[in-house]
Nanobody
Framework: QVQLVESGGGLVQPGGSLRLSCAATGFIVEHYPVGWFRQGPGQTRVGIAC????????NYPDAVKGRFTISRDNAKNTVNLEMNNLKPEDAGVYYCARDVRRMTCSLLPDTYDDWGQGTQVIVSA
């Protein structure tokens, strides 16, 4: 059974850092494009980072480029998101997801098939 479980969210001050982790079971993360998404209160889900299979090409929206880094830990079968210099607008529920249909990742939520339950990130002084 495919399952994605996020962890690592919490309360952080502006300028701080968090590391989110997504533990996958039922599949090998190295074999699929994976992504991280954020949904703020009353907002639609948006792509924050994604990682393609094979060449591990990463994509980020301009709002997080240079601050966020997505990576895989193949030994632990996890997908991680390192977030630095956090801003209040980074707050929301963060979800990881798997795309089973493509090799190149996308930041569009509709291209993903399997989702975790989310972990909350609060950025506040």
């Amino acid at each position: 059974q495919v399952q994605l479980v996020e962890s690592g969210g919490g309360l952080v001050q502006p300028g701080g850092s968090l590391r989110l982790s997504c533990a996958a079971t039922g599949f090998i993360v190295e074999h699929y494009p994976v992504g991280w998404f954020r949904q703020g209160p009353g907002q639609t889900r948006v792509g924050i980072a994604c990682l393609s299979m094979y060449d591990n090409t990463a994509n980020y929206p301009d709002a997080v480029k240079g601050r966020f880094t997505i990576s895989r830990d193949n030994a632990k079968n996890t997908v991680n998101l390192e977030m630095n210099n956090l801003k209040p607008e980074d707050a929301g529920v963060y979800y990881c997801a798997r795309d089973v249909r493509r090799m190149t990742c996308s930041l569009l939520p509709d291209t993903y098939d399997d989702w975790g339950q989310g972990t909350q990130v609060i950025v506040s002084a």
